[in-house]
């Protein structure tokens, strides 16, 4: 079945480690995002991508690092845990900016 | 600049009362108006669109929002609250950005919904 696919669903971690959070979408979509999303701060957007090769960064993209070599694949790597990186992490796709997003179910992320 | 604004963090409706979740954007250019419906455990779908046209837009499960551009408005509604329309509701907004040049895509806080026996 076509969809969007967040890998693992939960996580738990130590501060100073690298993780890396997976997302694959079978609709060809040209734009995928990542976000976080934590209790009194609604949805934040991490980074997003509008094609293969093109990431650029949202309004929390500090200690993130994205990358999208393949159409249907973005990985999101935090590159050394922080406890403030703690939340519940989504992944989203979408055939343009005007149009509807599609999300993943998420992924849970515990650092400890 | 853009944003979107939804008003009340929590609302509690009865079962078979009006839901009504409001929200407000702010826009450069025509908008185009989305409400998303996030279940625990889940990621957000998408409820309706507004892009062109008919002002009055239905979506799934009796939900429907009505753009108004004299009051940048696009308030979500159904007329009779069911226990399993409990969740979170998100309004978003894609406009242009003169800074940029290009679309971005605004998601609202969200208002969570309690449906109360």
């Known amino acids: 079945d076509a969809g969007i696919t967040q890998s693992p669903r939960y996580k738990i971690t130590e501060t100073g480690r690298q993780v890396t959070l997976m997302c694959h979408q079978t609709?060809?979509?040209?734009?995928m995002f990542w976000y976080r999303q934590d209790l009194g701060h609604g949805l934040r957007l991490i980074y997003y991508s509008a094609a293969a090769d093109i990431t650029d960064k949202g309004e929390v993209p500090d200690g993130y690092v994205v990358s999208r070599s393949k159409t249907e694949n973005f990985p999101l790597t935090l590159e050394s845990a922080t406890r403030s990186q703690t939340s519940v992490y989504f992944c989203?796709?979408?055939?343009?900016?005007?149009?509807?997003?599609?999300f993943g179910d998420g992924t849970r992320l515990s650092i400890l | 600049a853009q944003s979107v604004t939804q008003l009340g963090s929590h609302v509690s409706v009865s079962e078979g009362a009006l839901v009504l979740l409001r929200c407000n954007y702010s826009?450069?250019?025509?908008?185009?108006l989305f409400w998303y419906v996030q279940y625990p455990n889940q990621g957000l779908q998408l409820l309706l669109k507004y892009t062109t046209g008919a002002t009055l837009v239905k979506g799934i499960n009796g939900f429907e929002a009505e753009f108004k551009k004299s009051e940048t408005s696009f308030h979500l509604t159904k007329p009779s609250a069911h226990m399993s329309d409990a969740a979170e509701y998100f309004c978003a907004v894609s406009d242009l950005s003169r800074t940029s040049g290009t679309y971005k895509y605004i998601f609202g806080t969200g208002t969570r919904l309690k449906v109360l026996a």
């Open positions: 609709w060809s979509h040209s734009y």
């Open positions: 826009s450069s250019v025509p908008p185009y």
């Open positions: 989203a796709s979408s055939e343009s900016n005007r149009q509807p997003q599609h």
